[in-house]
């Protein structure tokens, strides 16, 4: 990847895609590549401009943000998707982490944060904001099919203890930084177990350790 990170911005607001704009062309390291007021165009744009990060806003018109991000994630995996919504998690924002988005923000973030997740998604990690992860909890739970939880020993087997507990603070959104902490390890010794974790389960990212841990019962344990 370049020193510079090109990002599309996908929502159906101009002012918000100005706003935005203004906000990432403050960075020297962001360029805004592009626009797209829909989910279709956003596909167009990325097949186009091949931008390393989609910041896409959820609800829009026609083709939405969940589909918008399933296309592009399928067909062009090397761009990352950050979804940005006015609304705390739901079933339908749900939806863009299943499609494969590499995390989910709050339009309410504060600018330094929204930086900071461009530049962790573009490096090949993943954000999910820690109030949205308390939603994510609550909102999967309940749909959690037996037989996965049932069957969480088995496709666990392959991690070793530590991983498994590593796995476990995942799901319940702690950083790095802070599973460091807790298990009084160095932050580059949590970020071996992540990546020998995702290579393990065949996971893309830190969303979808995140998706796994509670469809396999792991938080809460």
Known sequence: MSATIRILIADDQELVRYGMRLV???EADLEVVGEAEDGAAAVRAVQRLRPDVVLMDVRMPGVDGIEATRRITSLYPETRVLVLTTYDLDDYAFGALRAGAS???LKDTRPAALT???RAV???DAVVAPR???KLIELASPRLPGPARNDADTALSVLTAREREVLQRIGEGETNGEIAER???SESTVKTHV???LSKLGLRDRVQAVILAYDLGVVGR
């Open 132 to 134: 949205v992860t308390a």
């Open 183 to 185: 298990f009084f390890l």
């Open 103 to 105: 995390g989910f923000l």
């Open 122 to 124: 573009a490096d090949g």
């Open 24 to 26: 990432l062309e403050a």
């Open 195 to 197: 990546s020998r974790i």
């Open 116 to 118: 900071s997740a461009i």
